[in-house]
């Protein structure tokens, strides 16, 4: 069964430059959820889209914006970034408008910032 | 603020015995409850949930058990497998939010 596919899985940037990390969905689910997970941490919650239109948001920073796409695809952008940024950025997605709905998870991408 | 505990960082378990995996919450609010089997390197994988109306959820060889009045859920694996070694992490929402709570993760080792 198709799963959901995180680009790139590995990414290595320098303090202030940018980054975009994108996350294509399984097919039909419409809702993309993203989360961060620092070295010995739980996975964090940063901001969630349904249908194109952002439905949750979390400890997301101000540097940071995503977008869901008409595709369903999802892109997370992050600026001026910081040492702390490092993490595995995981995606997820699930089939919305259903009360319980489970999240399925991509592989992630682990960024380095040096 | 945790509001998602798993207060066993790390289980071992002899192969062919039963595994339990216990997770504490706080939020009231939390109704549904999910369990996830992360390996290095990958994504969490779901593995079983469960809705506040329920107090049991069967799949294979994995039960969850959900306590509402103590706020308590446990993963029980049986018979455990050398292939379930990995952290499971549990995961809470509430039905006004899209977000997963995790907790902290328990690493389950699985001996032959």
């Known amino acids: 069964a198709a799963g959901v596919i995180q680009s790139p899985r590995h990414l290595i940037k320098e303090k202030r430059e940018t980054a975009t990390l994108k996350c294509y969905p399984i097919?039909?689910?419409?809702?993309v959820y993203w989360y961060q997970q620092g070295p010995g941490q739980d996975p964090q919650f940063l901001i969630s889209?349904?249908?194109?239109?952002?439905?949750d948001k979390g400890s997301i920073p101000d540097r940071f914006s995503a977008q869901q796409f008409s595709d369903y695809h999802s892109e997370l952008n992050m600026s001026s970034l910081e040492l702390g940024d490092s993490a595995l950025y995981f995606c997820?997605?699930?089939?919305?408008?259903?009360?319980?709905?489970?999240?399925?998870f991509g592989p992630g991408t682990r960024l380095t910032v040096l | 603020d945790q509001q998602v505990k798993q207060n066993s960082p790390s289980l071992s378990v002899q192969e062919g015995r039963i595994s339990i995996l216990n997770c504490d919450y706080t939020n009231s609010m939390f109704d549904y409850f999910l369990w996830y089997k992360k390996y290095p390197a990958e994504g969490p994988t779901f593995l079983i949930s469960i809705s506040s109306i329920k107090d049991k959820n069967e799949d294979g060889r994995f039960t969850v058990f959900l306590n509402k009045s103590a706020k308590h859920l446990s993963l029980h694996i049986v018979p455990s497998q050398p292939g379930d070694s990995a952290v499971y992490f549990c995961a809470a929402k509430d039905f006004g939010n899209e977000k997963l709570t995790f907790g902290t993760g328990t690493r389950l080792t699985i001996i032959p």
């Open positions: 097919p039909r689910h419409d809702t």
């Open positions: 889209f349904y249908e194109k239109m952002q439905s």
């Open positions: 997820a997605s699930s089939l919305g408008g259903t009360i319980y709905n489970e999240q399925f």
